[in-house]
């Protein structure tokens, strides 16, 4: 992770009262190891079992993507990036007056590359005790830190600069378990969630079909694709919920909660940490057996439509297209 640039505004609200009031920074802060240490810390909550990954809504109306198009566009100084983050905190706080119940904190921004991809990162942090955070002046200095509890980050998001222009889910919050702050922090960046359960479940097969196998423990030999996409099928068909947890299968999969999600990350795959199956697209994951006229076909679904499937021109015949099938049958003429 590499860090370009940090800043912190407070916004000061408590439950139950509408006055809200901006405490903005005029300097961004300084980039040294107290600050590396938080941001890492912070980045750490993508790792967690809930995240949501979405695009801006940009219906007429919608400040925040305008604002941030506006920047990114721009020579993108400091002083730029403090313009824009002061500009974003003011929306918030017109966005939050309105909700009664709603609480403030500190909110951190902060520019950074991660594994060549740069992204931008928001932060909803809650420092009530002032251990992390300490105003000093026009700007924060960050406390030395050995742990950040969770219970101090309260939302999430960050922006992926090179996922904007396509069709893929740039934005990817933390989705935690606070209603209220979830509410007004996606109502304020302008969330329009597109994907799909059908979309999330072939991404997951897409994953699992691309991930090194892994080890059976009785036989110290790889488990085969196919067996690796029962597994997940019978993962999935198991949750009365009829819902998904990625960590959930690299664990009990991969015996790593995390594979999935680094490798949906390393690879710019849009994927959220748990969603509802598409039982048609779940259907993809396992083996169809087909014995008929004295012929036994045992195939991953996933290949019905690509390398097997019923000709257009003669109903009685079947086409595999597979090199090592057609060189194996030649064998046996």
């Known amino acids: 992770m590499n860090l370009q640039k940090i800043i912190v505004h407070e916004l000061q609200k408590t439950s139950g009262r509408e006055a809200t009031e901006v405490i903005a920074s005029t300097e961004l802060l300084t980039i040294d190891d107290d600050s590396n240490e938080l941001i890492s810390s912070l980045l750490g909550s993508y790792s967690s079992d809930k995240l949501l990954n979405a695009q801006f809504d940009r219906s007429p109306g919608k400040y925040f993507p305008v604002r941030f198009d506006d920047y990114i566009v721009g020579s993108r100084t400091a002083q730029d990036f403090i313009d824009f983050t002061t500009d974003a905190i003011g929306n918030l706080a017109q966005i939050i007056r309105r909700k009664i119940a709603a609480k403030g904190g500190y909110v951190l921004f902060c520019e950074y590359t991660s594994n060549g991809t740069p992204f931008v990162g928001i932060f909803l942090i809650r420092d009530v005790e002032g251990k992390i955070l300490r105003r000093e002046g026009t700007s924060y200095t960050i406390g030395r830190i050995e742990y950040l ?3 101090h980050l309260a939302m999430a998001c960050r922006i992926n600069e090179r996922l904007l222009n396509s069709e893929q889910n740039y934005l990817t919050f933390t989705q935690l378990r606070q209603q209220e702050v979830s509410d007004y922090f996606t109502d304020w960046i302008c969330v329009l969630q597109l994907q799909s359960s059908s979309e999330f479940t072939k991404a997951l097969y897409d994953i699992i079909s691309n991930l090194p196998l892994p080890i059976d423990d009785e036989t110290n030999q790889p488990y085969s694709v196919d067996e690796v996409r029962d597994m997940v099928f019978e993962i999935a068909r198991g949750n009365p919920r009829k819902e998904i947890s990625i960590s959930t299968v690299g664990e009990q999969v991969y015996g790593n909660r995390h594979i999935i ?28 057996s087909i014995n008929k006229d004295g012929i036994n076909l045992k195939f991953s679904r996933g290949d019905l439509g690509t390398k097997v499937f019923a000709s257009e021109d003669n109903p009685n015949q079947v086409i595999i297209e597979s090199e090592r099938l057609a060189a194996a049958l030649r064998a046996e003429e």
Not at 266 to 278: G, K
């Open 149 to 151: 509890d969770t219970s």
């Open 261 to 288: 999600r680094e490798y949906a990350d390393l690879n710019n795959i849009s994927i959220d940490s748990e969603f509802r199956y598409d039982k048609r697209a779940l259907r993809k994951f396992i083996q169809l």
